[in-house]
T-cell receptor
Framework: GENVEQHPSTLSVQEGDSAVIKCTYSDSASNYFPWYKQELGKRPQLIIDIRSNVGEKKDQRIAVTLNKTAKHFSLHITETQPEDSAVYFCAPSGGYQKVTFGTGTKLQVIP | GAVVSQHPSRVICKSGTSVKIECRSLDFQATTMFWYRQFPKKSLMLMATSNEGSKATYEQGVEKDKFLINHASLTLSTLTVTSAHPEDSSFYIC?????????????FGPGTRLLVL
């Protein structure tokens, strides 16, 4: 099955700084690359996604970049705020493949 | 739009009893629903994929006779944990993919926290 890893597993940044989380995957057939944010005890929420025909997508302070050749994609959060503190998961998939969630990254934004 | 509910949100039961968790898509039809299990500080682990009107597809290592899944309509899937034991205590989350939207589009329910005493 798909092997999905995230790095780092934990990340602490000062408020206002940027945060970058990387997701590596093994299945070259993957063509959909979302990032989810999960606050403690809550449901995962889609924050941004990208498809394989695009290299980068941005939505205000959040961006995702994709390197399909190297099989990794990254989440970029700029001007971090305390409310960005959460666990972030990547979950690459494609067509009728099952979705495999990454190992998760706990982001702490220090005020 | 695209709201998914789960009921109950929290359940405590005695060892040996069965617990049913409902997952509903409130404002869309879902041909596919997924059931996940999440242990504290861990990732979501897919348990099974449920398609309306057909048998669920279980992931390796998930006992289908222990975790019964029924997807009787385009808006409802149920997960029944049979003869629950303390090791079944976990956070169970469902997600639903809209009909015609492709499996990758998933809307998650709020989760059900199960504690088996």
């Amino acid at each position: 099955g798909e092997n999905v890893e995230q790095h780092p597993s934990t990340l602490s940044v000062q408020e206002g700084d940027s945060a970058v989380i990387k997701c590596t995957y093994s299945d070259s057939a993957s063509n959909y690359f979302p990032w989810y944010k999960q606050e403690l005890g809550k449901r995962p929420q889609l924050i941004i996604d990208i498809r394989s025909n695009v290299g980068e997508k941005k939505d205000q302070r959040i961006a995702v970049t994709l390197n399909k050749t190297a099989k990794h994609f990254s989440l970029h959060i700029t001007e971090t705020q305390p409310e960005d503190s959460a666990v972030y998961f990547c979950a690459p998939s494609g067509g009728y493949q099952k979705v495999t969630f990454g190992t998760g990254t706990k982001l702490q934004v220090i005020p | 739009g695209a709201v998914v509910s789960q009921h109950p949100s929290r359940v405590i039961c005695k060892s040996g009893t069965s617990v049913k968790i409902e997952c509903r898509s409130l404002d869309f039809q879902a041909t596919t629903m997924f059931w996940y299990r999440q242990f504290p500080k861990k990732s979501l682990m897919l348990m099974a994929t449920s398609n309306e009107g057909s048998k669920a597809t279980y992931e390796q290592g998930v006992e289908k006779d222990k975790f019964l899944i029924n997807h009787a309509s385009l808006t409802l899937s149920t997960l029944t944990v049979t003869s629950a034991h303390p090791e079944d205590s976990s956070f169970y989350i469902c997600s639903a993919s809209p009909a015609g939207g492709g499996r990758e589009t998933q809307y998650f329910g709020p989760g059900t926290r199960l504690l088996v005493l």
